[in-house]
């Protein structure tokens, strides 16, 4: 897909691009090959709600080279407000489908973000599992602002690493931020992919295919970290489901 031809639509707070999995592959391999600072947001409830509430967070899902939904939510909407077939394009399966094809041509990747036992696993499976991948490099941050310093050294690092791609996992907003300020400074395809790095290496339990399929992964996640996220799902669905209404009928009064 040509990226002149971008198609968004406004959900809630962030602008969603109307796109397939074929065209938002296609489009990262372009970006990658040509080592394009780039930056890809993956946006479910939570992120199209916190757009609305986080101007900073907004302006970076906004000014985004791409931003998927992520959650059945969103691209429901999508379809109802004109975005026939939309599918789900999330982070996680994102991830595997383009390890899966970046293998066959040989490409690296970078993994920034997780925890330093978390990224040791997926350096060890993810070529095993995608012969041909070459992840040539990985960074954890600490849990703090870096200095100037520090964050001129990684950049030096992802940059001298050749990598095309970069995945980014340090949670929404947090990642949507790093990657927006990063934007020109890094010379690849930044993609922020939330807990996809927990998922692959087995340190969180993905939910079952037939609740991803019929949007009840949140409901998986939430029995799984109920501490954490039961105020993520609880209050932001419930604005998600408000605004989502307010949005369809304005629609269809015009």
């Given at each position: 897909?040509?990226?002149?031809?971008?198609?968004?639509?406004?959900?809630?707070?962030?602008?969603?691009?109307?796109?397939?999995?074929?065209?938002?592959?296609?489009?990262?391999?372009?970006?990658?090959?040509?080592?394009?600072?780039?930056?890809?947001?993956?946006?479910?409830?939570?992120?199209?709600?916190?757009?609305?509430?986080?101007?900073?967070?907004?302006?970076?899902?906004?000014?985004?080279?791409?931003?998927?939904?992520?959650?059945?939510?969103?691209?429901?909407?999508?379809?109802?407000?004109?975005?026939?077939?939309?599918?789900?394009?999330?982070?996680?399966?994102?991830?595997?489908?383009?390890?899966?094809?970046?293998?066959?041509?040989?490409?690296?990747?970078?993994?920034?973000?997780?925890?330093?036992?978390?990224?040791?696993?997926?350096?060890?499976?993810?070529?095993?599992?995608?012969?041909?991948?070459?992840?040539?490099?990985?960074?954890?941050?600490?849990?703090?602002?870096?200095?100037?310093?520090?964050?001129?050294?990684?950049?030096?690092?992802?940059?001298?690493?050749?990598?095309?791609?970069?995945?980014?996992?340090?949670?929404?907003?947090?990642?949507?931020?790093?990657?927006?300020?990063?934007?020109?400074?890094?010379?690849?395809?930044?993609?922020?992919?939330?807990?996809?790095?927990?998922?692959h290496a087995g340190v969180i339990s993905r939910a079952p295919l037939w609740m991803q399929n019929n949007g009840l992964e949140w409901l998986h996640r939430l029995a799984s970290e109920p501490r954490r996220l039961w105020k993520r799902y609880f209050v932001t669905n419930t604005l998600f489901i408000w605004h989502a209404a307010r949005q369809l009928m304005t629609a269809q009064s015009k």
């Amino acid at each position: 897909m040509d990226s002149s031809k971008r198609k968004t639509i406004r959900i809630v707070g962030g602008s969603i691009d109307a796109l397939d999995w074929f065209d938002a592959l296609s489009l990262l391999a372009s970006w990658a090959a040509n080592h394009e600072s780039r930056v890809v947001c993956i946006c479910n409830a939570h992120s199209v709600v916190t757009a609305r509430q986080d101007k900073e967070f907004a302006a970076a899902v906004n000014s985004a080279d791409m931003a998927t939904p992520d959650g059945a939510p969103v691209a429901w909407l999508m379809r109802r407000l004109g975005a026939s077939g939309q599918q789900r394009i999330n982070g996680p399966d994102l991830m595997l489908k383009y390890c899966e094809a970046a293998a066959k041509r040989g490409e690296s990747i970078y993994l920034y973000g997780g925890a330093e036992t978390t990224l040791s696993i997926l350096c060890d499976e993810l070529p095993k599992r995608f012969p041909g991948l070459v992840i040539a490099g990985s960074h954890s941050p600490p849990f703090r602002a870096l200095s100037e310093e520090e964050d001129a050294a990684i950049v030096r690092d992802i940059n001298d690493s050749g990598a095309g791609t970069i995945w980014v996992s340090l949670g929404c907003p947090k990642q949507e931020k790093w990657m927006a300020a990063h934007r020109g400074r890094i010379n690849g395809v930044m993609i922020g992919v939330g807990a996809a790095f927990d998922y692959h290496a087995g340190v969180i339990s993905r939910a079952p295919l037939w609740m991803q399929n019929n949007g009840l992964e949140w409901l998986h996640r939430l029995a799984s970290e109920p501490r954490r996220l039961w105020k993520r799902y609880f209050v932001t669905n419930t604005l998600f489901i408000w605004h989502a209404a307010r949005q369809l009928m304005t629609a269809q009064s015009k």
